[in-house]
């Protein structure tokens, strides 16, 4: 009689009790197929229903003749999870207190049968090679950074400041043509990389550096905008046991590519690298947890220093490697002069400058907000404009249009002052249309483009041109910008946020690499650290000095700050439960909880938790621990027909924001 084997699974469920692995008999007719990684179906008698689940391990049987569930049925031979992969999601989501079927959601697409059987019936991929040419120029371009090529030998962890200047002649930034070669050089080594970017912008420019060094076939694209066949040739592609490199936004990080030899995040105080789905992990934690695993190089890189990178300097987690040649650009200060009005938009040396510019190339001018005139206020005591509805902002579309408003989308055709019941209404911001109206009307016969979310430009030529750009959606110019103009750096600046002057720094500091060596970046309006950061170029100096102010506040990063919210009795369990688990948290480490209740009948409140990063695993598994145990409690009630309850304790660590 033939031993019976076991398979333990994962099962795809979100259910914080579900999270871990499952024993099931593997049936003798489905012993061939059922490895570590595929997919297969499982009953789960709990629920009375079939799951998805991925075979983790298969092993023989400990001979105690327990009873076993017996798997369903294979869904597919494919074994798409490989074990590291499945080890970094677990890390990371034990280090987030989150489940790992969430992470794997996140890093393994949807099964594509069409995909799948065309991946297996083709032969498999060659190694792809790398030509003396591109190794020399990946060589050339690693240079200027004394150590760099040798550091990514070693496997070593680096912050890069980039170099802030696009490309002399192709609409891309000198900062991609960096991360190629640091990739092809590890590829040259027959190891893998894996790079990462915010957005399809630097993802583009990423690939087509990229292009003009290796094969196609060397390159694999990892991102939400492919077709889902698509995106799961691709995924395939990284499981072939030969090197590649892949390039792809906040998932890509997890790309269980061959052999990883470097991973690289580009730009990693850019939101869109953080997670907003469960567990909500960051994709530079991410790459840190898979660099303890895998021991590759990993490099931070970009145009300003994060504290949170910094920190990481800071303790000697990660080095720092500058250019042997230090460049900037070329950052004025303007201010208005005398005999102007205090209030000018556009101070009259911004001006000359963008007048000088538009003579050679196109000028960048960047703005805090879209549409033409975000704001309203009263026209008699200026008091902000609100929707008699709901009391939301209104904002106009065009000059003389009805205002509306911005959260419910009514129309205020009869407004009235509820402060003074005036009836007159006042533009109070200008957007970016309305920036280019007014600028266009003071530069005729120039070219207008504007840049935001809704009119997305990827890149412009090298001609005359206003682009009106609001942050971070500013398009790359052919050659760079002949001037750039940095508008409502005040008005950014007066954001509540913890990390508003880090987000302006590095919205400027980006918008400023846009533009052409030597040419000017006029930042209007604007004084203090930040400003005098931009100005002489040392982002990392604004970080250690944000980093040190924020050391005896205990905000984040110079702590870990974890959010509870869900019903105020289950919160308070949770953190009491908390303090007996973890009894060396600091005395102040709990911050509220406050009642966050948006009706009498049902209380519900939030907490924050900080902790030093040393409690950090006990943390994470003591809120773990609270979550599982709530969300049994609440099954048990249904179960025992008593009230209806639901589990709604919901944790989230590393918040950027400590806003209660």
């Known amino acids: 009689m033939s031993e019976r084997r076991v398979a333990r699974v994962q099962l795809e469920s979100p259910v914080p009790q579900l999270d871990r692995l499952f024993d099931y008999a593997v049936p003798h007719p489905l012993v061939a197929d059922i490895a570590p990684g595929v997919r297969v179906k499982v009953p789960l008698r709990s629920a009375g229903r079939m799951m998805d689940a991925f075979v983790v391990d298969v092993v023989a049987d400990d001979g ?134 915010p957005d399809y912008r630097d993802q583009a420019q990423l690939l087509a550096a990229l292009s003009e060094l290796v094969t196609p076939d060397a390159i694999v694209r990892d991102d939400a905008d492919q077709s889902g066949p698509a995106r799961y040739a691709q995924y395939l592609r990284t499981l072939a046991p030969v090197p590649c490199i ?75 490697i500058a250019p042997s040649r230090r460049a900037s650009p070329r950052v004025v200060l303007s201010a208005t002069r005398e005999g102007e009005q205090r209030q000018a938009r556009v101070p009259s040396s911004a001006f000359a400058a963008a007048r000088e510019a538009l003579q050679s190339g196109p000028v960048l001018v960047q703005v805090a907000r879209p549409g033409y005139a975000p704001s309203l206020v009263c026209a008699d005591c200026r ?25 419910c989308g009514r129309s205020a055709h009869a407004w009235t002052c509820g402060h003074c019941h005036s009836t007159k209404l006042r533009m109070a911001s200008s957007g970016s249309e309305r920036t280019a109206d007014e600028l266009g009307r003071a530069f005729p016969n120039t070219r207008v483009i504007i840049a935001d979310g809704a009119h997305p430009v990827a890149e ?30 005040d008005r950014m600046l007066q954001n509540e946020a913890l990390r508003i002057g880090e987000s302006c720094l590095r919205w400027w500091s980006n918008a400023a690499a846009l533009a052409a060596p030597g040419a000017p970046v006029h930042l209007v309006g604007v004084a203090g650290p930040v400003a005098r950061a931009l100005a ?125």
């Open 460 to 489: 412009v030529d090298g001609h005359p041109a206003l682009v009106i750009a609001t942050r971070g959606a500013e398009p790359i110019a052919r050659g760079g910008y002949r001037a750039v103009i940095l508008l409502d750096g």
């Open 246 to 320: 892949v390039v792809g936004r906040r998932s890509g990080v997890y790309a269980p590519a061959h052999d990883t030899g470097l991973v690289a995040i580009w730009d990693d105080g850019d939101s869109l690298l953080s997670e907003p789905l469960a567990p909500g992990v960051h994709a530079r934690d991410a790459a840190l947890v898979r660099q303890e695993l895998e021991g590759s190089a990993l490099v931070f890189a970009g145009h300003t220093r994060t504290t949170d990178v910094q920190r990481l300097v800071d303790v000697g987690y990660v080095r720092e």
């Open 64 to 197: 105690t003749e327990r009873p076993l569930s017996s798997v369903e049925a294979v869904v597919s031979p494919m074994p798409v999870l490989p074990e590291r992969l499945y080890t970094l999601a677990r890390r990371v989501a034990d280090r987030a207190a989150g489940s790992v079927s969430d992470v794997l959601r996140l890093a393994v697409p949807k099964r594509m049968v069409r995909a799948e059987k065309a991946w297996a019936a083709s032969p498999p991929p060659e190694t792809p090679d790398v030509v003396p040419a591109a190794r020399e120029r990946s060589a050339a371009l690693l240079k200027p950074y004394p150590g760099l090529a040798d550091a990514l030998d070693g496997g070593e962890r680096l912050a890069l400041d980039a170099p802030p200047y696009p490309h002399p002649e192709l609409p891309r930034g000198a900062w991609a043509d960096l991360l190629a070669a640091a990739a092809v050089h590890t590829l040259a080594r027959g190891r893998s990389a894996v790079l990462v970017v």
């Open 383 to 407: 008091r902000p404009a609100r929707c008699q509805h709901c009391a939301g902002p209104l904002r106009a579309a065009r000059p003389g249009a009805v205002p509306v408003c911005a959260w």
């Open 536 to 660: 002489t170029w040392t982002q990392p100096a604004y970080a250690r000095a944000e980093l040190a102010d924020r050391v005896p506040l205990r905000m984040p990063p110079a702590v870990r700050v974890a959010s509870v919210d869900g019903h105020a009795r289950n919160v308070d369990a949770l953190l009491s439960s908390l303090r007996e688990t973890v009894p060396d948290l600091d005395p102040l480490a709990i911050l509220g909880p406050v009642d966050t209740s948006e009706s009498p009948d049902v209380s519900t409140s939030r907490a924050l938790v900080r902790f030093d990063y040393a409690h950090g695993k006990a943390v994470a598994e003591a809120l773990r621990a609270g979550v599982i145990a709530d969300a049994l409690r609440a099954r048990s009630s249904r179960k025992d027909r008593g009230p209806k309850q639901r589990s709604t304790l919901r944790v989230r660590l590393d918040i950027p924001e400590p806003d209660l």
